[in-house]
């Protein structure tokens, strides 16, 4: 059964850059069906897709986060990445790592989220 | 940009139909996929393609899509049914990208 499972750090200095990994076991990342996501959702708000990455690493971003996001994959660890810069407390979120279809875009595997507080 | 536009809250008594919307411009031309989201829980998709369900949820759930709305339809409302419900799409009319709606809470009465 493939999961996802979000790791990295859970406090992010302003300024900084925010980096996360998901980690996709029981399945592998370089399939031709699927590109993989990452989605946030600050404390009390609505969800916020922020890019999509295919195994080859082709790339769609969110056009409001684009200048500040990296995603990035590697399909020998069958893992991919987030790095957000420049951050300030508006990024403090839980940040979820996703799957979606390449034909149709509906998420239909998420990981458990990580929260990421951005503070001095 | 692309906006979808949602209710803050809906509420229902239990056994009763709930009917949460989602607005956007000429959306019966997008594929709309819902998901329900609990509290402390990543969110979970219960239709996609409009009206189509995933394998496990309930047929009480169903979805249409039609002009400039779409509708998550939940019949025989159930306390466990009360969670955020979010709509999206996939925008390719510009820069491709997903979108969101804002959320709506679902509260059974």
């Known amino acids: 059964q493939l999961q996802l499972q979000e790791s990295g750090p859970g406090l992010v200095k302003p300024s900084e850059t925010l980096s996360l990994t998901c980690t996709v076991s029981g399945g592998s990342i370089s399939s031709s069906s699927y590109y993989w996501g990452w989605i946030r959702q600050p404390p009390g708000k609505g969800l916020e897709w922020i890019g999509s990455?295919?195994?080859?690493?082709?790339?769609y971003y969110n056009p409001s986060l684009k200048s500040r996001v990296t995603i990035s994959v590697d399909t020998s660890k069958n893992q991919f990445s987030l790095k957000l810069s420049s951050v300030t407390a508006a990024d403090t979120a839980v940040y979820y790592c996703a799957r979606h279809g390449r034909a149709v875009a509906v998420f239909d595997l998420w990981g458990r989220g990580t929260l990421v507080t951005v503070s001095s | 940009s692309y906006v979808l536009t949602q209710p803050p809250s809906v509420s229902v008594a239990p056994g009763q139909t709930a009917r949460i919307t989602c607005g956007g411009n000429n959306i019966g031309s997008k594929s709309v996929h819902w998901y329900q989201q609990k509290p402390g829980q990543a969110p979970v998709l219960v239709v996609y393609d409009d009206s189509d369900r995933p394998s496990g949820i309930p047929e009480r759930f169903s979805g249409s899509n039609s002009g400039n709305t779409a509708t998550l339809t939940i019949s025989r409302v159930e306390a466990g049914d009360e969670a955020d419900y979010y709509c999206?799409?996939?925008?390719?009319?510009?820069?491709?990208?997903?979108?969101f709606g804002g959320g709506t809470k679902l509260t059974v009465l």
């Open positions: 999206q799409v996939w925008d390719s009319s510009s820069d491709h990208h997903v979108v």
């Open positions: 990455i295919y195994y080859s690493g082709s790339t």
